[in-house]
């Protein structure tokens, strides 16, 4: 059974950092889309990031491109989500997700989630 666990949230200033982890198990990630996505209070949990597993290909949502990174360590079966310049409306519950097949931002597509991490930044 896949599992995924979050961890790294926190409390930040507005134009700070934060790294998220991601630590996957149960599974061969090989052939897996890695994916992070946020829910602000009263609002509908929305795509951040993906990345496929082995071939690095990536896709951010516009209102993080530029500021935040998705990559992973392969020896930990760990996906991070690297924060930078991070705003108020950047606060929120982050997930991680992954399913077995192409990078999408539909979060239905989506087989197996984390708990979630609190992100909230301060202005």
């Known amino acids: 059974q896949v599992q995924l666990v979050e961890s790294g949230g926190g409390l930040v200033q507005a134009g700070g950092s934060l790294r998220l982890s991601c630590a996957a198990s149960?599974?061969?990630?090989?052939?897996?889309?890695m994916g992070w996505f946020r829910q602000a209070p009263g609002k509908e949990r929305e795509f951040v990031a993906a990345?496929?597993?082995?071939?690095?290909?990536?896709d951010y949502a516009d209102s993080v491109q530029g500021r935040f990174t998705i990559s992973r360590d392969s020896a930990k079966n760990t996906v991070y989500l690297q924060m930078n310049s991070v705003k108020p409306e950047d606060t929120a519950v982050y997930y991680c997700?992954?399913?077995?097949?192409?990078?999408?931002?539909?979060?239905?597509?989506?087989?197996?989630w984390g708990q979630g991490t609190q992100v909230t930044v301060s202005s």
């Open positions: 990345m496929k597993w082995s071939t690095f290909s990536k």
């Open positions: 997700a992954t399913r077995d097949g192409m990078v999408t931002r539909i979060k239905e597509r989506y087989d197996y």
């Open positions: 149960g599974g061969t990630f090989s052939t897996y889309a």
